[in-house]
């Protein structure tokens, strides 16, 4: 990627709807290369976009982040498991006091501990975590298939 790429995707950032003959205008090039140029970064997987929405506008919803140690050397087959969890927006490999970091979208205390108690606890390797819950958000916007996917996710009470 180039610093036209860069300014391409910096122009999709701030308003995904816009049109190419205007990203184009903005950056003095042809619509032709705006074009090629987004076909290229897409189907090479630099870019992706997608539909967010506002998670503040959604005040059952909330973020929570869990620290884990894992035993051993099951680091990355813990990681893509808890990454498959409906609640869980990524997984992360970190230094530190913790090995994982687990951010989660969830949408009720119940679920919390549905998640902590029945599926976290089934992944083989977790030797410790800790789970914070988050008071304030500083980025609200989410996937919409994040805020979906929860929908769709029955709590246990």
Same mark, same amino acid.
């Given at each position: =990627?180039? /610093?036209? *790429? &860069?300014?391409?995707?910096?122009? !999709? $950032?701030?308003? #995904?709807?816009?049109?190419?003959?205007?990203?184009?205008?903005?950056?003095?090039?042809?619509?032709?290369?705006?074009?090629?140029?987004?076909?290229?970064?897409?189907?090479?997987?630099?870019?992706?976009?997608?539909? =967010?929405? /506002?998670? *503040? &506008?959604?005040?059952?919803?909330? !973020? $929570?982040?869990? #620290?884990?140690?894992?035993?051993?050397?099951?680091?990355?087959?813990?990681?893509?498991?808890?990454?498959?969890?409906?609640?869980?927006?990524?997984?992360?490999?970190?230094?530190?006091?913790?090995?994982?970091?687990?951010?989660?979208?969830? *949408?009720?205390?119940?679920?919390?501990?549905?998640?902590?108690?029945?599926?976290?606890?089934?992944?083989?390797?977790?030797?410790?975590?800790?789970?914070?819950?988050?008071?304030?958000?500083?980025?609200?916007?989410?996937?919409?298939?994040?805020?979906?996917?929860?929908?769709?996710?029955?709590?246990?009470?």
């Amino acid at each position: =990627m180039d /610093n036209l *790429d &860069l300014r391409i995707a910096e122009s !999709l $950032a701030s308003d #995904g709807r816009v049109t190419n003959s205007e990203i184009a205008r903005r950056l003095n090039v042809s619509e032709g290369t705006i074009r090629q140029r987004l076909k290229r970064m897409i189907d090479g997987g630099q870019l992706r976009i997608q539909a =967010m929405l /506002n998670g *503040d &506008l959604f005040p059952h919803r909330y !973020l $929570a982040v869990i #620290g884990l140690q894992i035993e051993g050397r099951e680091l990355e087959k813990c990681a893509e498991e808890i990454n498959q969890l409906p609640e869980v927006l990524r997984t992360l490999i970190v230094t530190g006091r913790y090995d994982l970091m687990a951010f989660l979208l969830l *949408d009720s205390h119940a679920a919390m501990v549905d998640f902590v108690t029945h599926k976290l606890s089934r992944v083989k390797g977790i030797r410790e975590s800790e789970t914070f819950v988050c008071l304030k958000n500083s980025d609200p916007w989410f996937s919409v298939s994040n805020l979906c996917q929860i929908a769709d996710t029955p709590a246990n009470p």
